[in-house]
């Protein structure tokens, strides 16, 4: 388990400022950029992809999970355990409730979420979340 410090988090921002460089964001002109270590120490990264539908635009936290997914090894995909996102603004930039939940699924209520006020666990941001240990017969890879 990597040590969450200063300077992880600042290796986390960076990275997020990377994938956020990458952003395909013709049509909200607000490129966004995300990345997360796993509980095995890859840091993996995504940033959004809009679509001229917008409701179809794919949020940098989903292409961060598809990155988690891609890149684990199949029955031990990685979990999340210290995860930033930024926006074109300086500073930290929360995830939406959609992207909460899909953070749940993967990084669970301890996973840490950067913001501004300081580092939180997800659990705080998303009070009351379920993933698969509250459905009937959980998930089967």
Same mark, same amino acid.
């Given at each position: ?12 921002? %960076? ?18 950029? %995300? ?46 355990? %210290? /995860? ?39 659990? /705080?941001?998303?009070?009351?979340? /379920? ?11």
């Amino acid at each position: 388990m990597p040590e969450i410090d200063d300077d992880l988090w600042e290796q986390l921002r %960076a990275a997020a400022r990377d994938a956020r460089d990458l952003a395909y964001a013709p049509y909200s002109n607000h490129p966004v950029g %995300a990345a997360a270590i796993t509980a095995d120490g890859r840091i993996v990264t995504g940033s959004n992809v809009e679509n001229a539908s917008i409701g179809v635009t794919l949020c940098a936290e989903c292409s961060m999970v598809g990155d988690l997914v891609r890149t684990g090894q199949p029955g031990d995909r990685g979990r999340l355990v %210290a /995860f930033a996102c930024v926006g074109p603004n300086p500073g930290p930039l929360l995830p939406c409730g959609r992207c909460r939940q899909l953070l749940w699924e993967h990084g669970g209520a301890d996973l840490i979420v950067d913001r501004a006020g300081g580092p939180v666990p997800l659990s /705080f941001l998303l009070p009351d979340g /379920f993933g698969p240990d509250q459905l009937p017969g959980g998930v089967d890879e």
